[in-house]
């Protein structure tokens, strides 16, 4: 049971280029989300999503995109990087309602864009 | 959206020492949540505490709906506890909401 796996943990971009984070888990968890998280601002929700094929915004949503194909997986997408999205991502993932349990974290990925 | 205030957000601790931190939030919420990130970044589970009170070894947590606020005490501070103590509140949007965080560094 590997819990929640994201990929990469590093990656440097530069302004401009695409790229993808993948998460991954194997806890047959309904509900996924993306965080971003910098310094002195906490965590702040990107998308979520409740199921597979229901994606949603989150508090800061705008340069990414995601999409929910199984309930595996949650790729997030950067179409066009720029410097105000580097930052440490995290993945999350929990039971269908978030009201009913805990919310589990994958390692994180921090993302350096030129 | 709904606001959550954490407090202090420093904290150097002389290990042994015990300690409080405090989460306010500004409505009603259907869960809370502590988490503690640790020096390397990784984000762990404290307590799932939307009401009431919890312990874990030498932390517990409480959380007062009525009057929107919860508690994590550490007690024997351990260097170990050193790191960020996050608060999450959610109301029923599943959007959990983060606060900014509580410094804590324990010395030796």
């Known amino acids: 049971n590997a819990g929640v796996t994201q990929t990469p943990k590093f990656q440097v971009l530069k302004t401009g280029q695409s790229m993808t984070l993948q998460c991954a888990q194997d806890?047959?968890?309904?509900?996924m989300s993306w965080y971003r998280q910098d310094p002195g601002m906490g965590l702040r929700l990107i998308h979520y999503s409740v199921g597979a094929g229901i994606t949603d915004q989150g508090e800061v949503p705008n340069g990414y995109n995601v999409s929910r194909s199984t309930t595996e997986d949650f790729p997030l997408r950067l179409l066009s990087a720029a410097p105000s999205q580097t930052s440490v991502y995290f993945c999350?993932?929990?039971?269908?309602?978030?009201?009913?349990?805990?919310?589990?974290f994958g390692e994180g990925s921090r993302l350096t864009v030129l | 959206g709904i606001q959550v205030e954490q407090s202090p957000p420093d904290l150097i601790l002389q290990e042994g020492a015990n300690s409080t931190l405090r989460c306010n939030f500004s409505d009603s919420v259907n869960n809370l949540q502590w988490f503690h990130q640790n020096p390397w970044g990784q984000l762990i589970n404290l307590f799932y505490i939307p009401s009431g009170t919890k312990q874990n070894g030498r932390l517990s947590a409480t959380t007062v709906a009525t009057e929107r606020y919860s508690l994590l005490y550490i007690s024997s501070s351990q260097t170990t506890d050193s790191g960020v103590y996050f608060c999450?509140?959610?109301?029923?949007?599943?959007?959990?909401?983060f606060g900014k965080g509580n410094q804590v560094v324990v010395i030796p």
């Open positions: 806890m047959n968890h309904e509900y």
């Open positions: 999450a509140v959610l109301r029923g949007n599943n959007r959990l909401a």
């Open positions: 999350a993932s929990s039971y269908r309602d978030p009201n009913t349990g805990e919310l589990f």
